[in-house]
């Protein structure tokens, strides 16, 4: 990992994106203290208001929402003579009120919700399924473009579905640095579903309280929160005036988000904003029920074919010729290159192994301990020095002894393209956003396929192997007693 990487995570992260003291420019917020009724924070456009009772406002559709603290989810009213929605949620002693102008120009039809969650719960595959909810959400939305992106293991992200204008770049398949969307970022959107950015270019409205520090107002699950100042410069270079974007959560984990963005400023109504917070947790739900569905399937047939496997050694003179040499063999269940296969201190290998002194050099120097690494000259160049042409092992030690079951892979070199180069020559300066997205293509070397999964097929294959091989000795035991 590039050492600039690492610290812009850090930089970034730090930004408090909870408490900017500030809101967008589209609306109005009042926090009133919700034990005393009195207004405690407003943004500046309501500085009037800043320390009188909310009563005052004089508004019914709110007076009771307030008084009670209840959520409400929206309400139209009446503010400065014109029609806005108002979102009222209660956080830490205060009742926030937040009033926002209804936007105008644009249809939007909220059914269309209704009848793109019909067709998207058809869909039976899941690269299908993010295809077609991106076009859905765009004919909804109007956006330039749709995307979804999902995050892997290590926090990057790539962008699995790319519904555009003809005119725009395309991105689909293109990976994104962890560093583009912070931890903190991450948080605040498990929990934050839908979140929008009305405007790149409008400086936001502060905040003033009446303790004086706007910044202690949490403003997490305010609809009108502004937003981190280096996100927006990341928008502007990527030529993006407003977006919409709601989180994919499966098992309270962000696993991926879908964003709309657009060339020009456009805003969505509160009203619309839930219906898609409702159609984007039913596509996570029907996501994780595919992938559920497939990993079951998965389980299955590999146990099926364990036992395929193993019954046969029972009454199997050759423990080694059942395992590399039947129909069914090791290598079948766990896809690798090679492997080798060392019980009662014989070893047998099968397919592409390293020469057998460098095995056991290299086993020496494990005394045992499991090992999985797709990367050995990085993870451990003790071992790959003694291993030439491995790039990933697998090491499943059996119970208690010398025995062990080793795996290896060769080297695949992967072509990986980023959303722009995620070096430095592509920035200002440390911290600042990428200024150009363009597709960049990087080499990866010196690595396997990942063993994702297999680590844990392994596992059970070595344990159930155990369990066999105590049986069969078991029986030759009893056989002899006879
Ligand atoms: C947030 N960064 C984000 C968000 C997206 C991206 C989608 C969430 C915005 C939201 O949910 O409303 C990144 N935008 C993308 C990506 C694409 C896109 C990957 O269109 C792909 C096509 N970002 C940086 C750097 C920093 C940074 C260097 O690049 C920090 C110095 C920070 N990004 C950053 C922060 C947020 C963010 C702080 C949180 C914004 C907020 O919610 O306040």
Request: negative net charge; charged residues 25%; contains cysteine.
């Amino acid at each position: 990992i590039d050492p600039d990487e690492v610290r812009r995570l850090a930089d970034c992260a730090k930004e408090p994106i909870r408490t900017p003291g500030m809101i967008q420019r589209h609306g109005t917020l009042l926090a009133v203290d919700t034990a005393t009724q009195v207004i405690a924070v407003v943004s500046e456009d309501a500085r009037e208001w800043l320390g009188r009772p909310f009563a005052d406002i004089g508004n019914p559709a709110l007076a009771d929402a307030v008084r009670t603290g209840t959520a409400v989810d929206p309400v139209r009213v009446s503010w400065g003579g014109a029609p806005a929605d108002a979102i009222v949620h209660a956080t830490g002693g205060l009742t926030m009120v937040e009033l926002e102008t209804v936007p105008t120009g644009a249809e939007y039809a909220r059914t269309a919700v209704v009848s793109a969650l019909g067709r998207l719960s058809a869909i039976g595959t899941i690269p299908e399924l993010r295809a077609s909810a991106a076009a859905e959400i765009r004919r909804i939305v109007g956006f330039d473009r749709v995307m979804i992106y999902h995050f892997h293991e290590d926090g990057h992200g790539e962008v699995v579905a790319d519904d555009r204008d003809d005119e725009l770049e395309p991105f689909l398949g293109l990976h994104f640095p962890s560093s583009d969307i912070p931890p903190q970022a991450r948080e605040l959107y498990i929990s934050k579903i839908g979140r929008a950015i009305a405007s790149t270019q409008a400086a936001g409205i502060p905040l003033l309280s009446v303790s004086g520090d706007p910044r202690a107002v949490d403003l997490s699950h305010a609809e009108l929160r502004s937003v981190s100042p280096y996100h927006l410069q990341y928008m502007r270079n990527m030529g993006q005036a407003s977006t919409f974007s709601l989180s994919l959560v499966e098992d309270g984990r962000l696993v991926g988000m879908i964003t709309c963005a657009h060339r020009t400023e456009r805003r969505l109504p509160v009203l619309l904003r839930r219906s898609l917070e409702v159609l984007a947790a039913q596509i996570t739900m029907q996501l994780t029920h595919m992938r559920e569905v497939a990993r079951l399937e998965h389980v299955i047939a590999a146990r099926e074919r364990r036992t395929a496997l193993l019954a046969p050694l029972y009454a199997s003179d050759d423990i080694h010729t059942t395992l590399l040499g039947g129909s069914e063999t090791v290598l079948g269940l766990i896809p690798a290159d090679g492997v080798l296969v060392r019980i009662g201190g014989t070893s047998h290998a099968l397919g592409r192994t390293p020469p057998l002194d460098g095995v056991t050099r290299a086993l020496a120097v494990l005394e045992g301990a499991p090992l999985a690494s797709e990367c050995l000259e990085a993870d451990r160049p003790d071992l790959a020095s003694v291993l030439p042409e491995v790039a990933g092992l697998l090491v499943v030690p059996l119970n208690g002894t010398d025995d062990v079951l080793m795996f290896f892979r060769g080297e695949v070199s992967r072509e990986i393209s980023w959303l722009g180069d995620p070096g430095q020559t592509n920035r200002p300066d440390r911290l600042s956003p990428r200024t150009s997205f363009s597709s960049w293509k990087q080499t990866v070397r010196g690595r396997s396929e990942p063993w994702g999964t297999v680590v844990q097929e392994a596992g059970e294959l070595a344990h159930e192997l155990e369990v066999a091989l105590k049986r069969r000795a078991e029986a030759q035991l009893a056989r002899l007693a006879m």
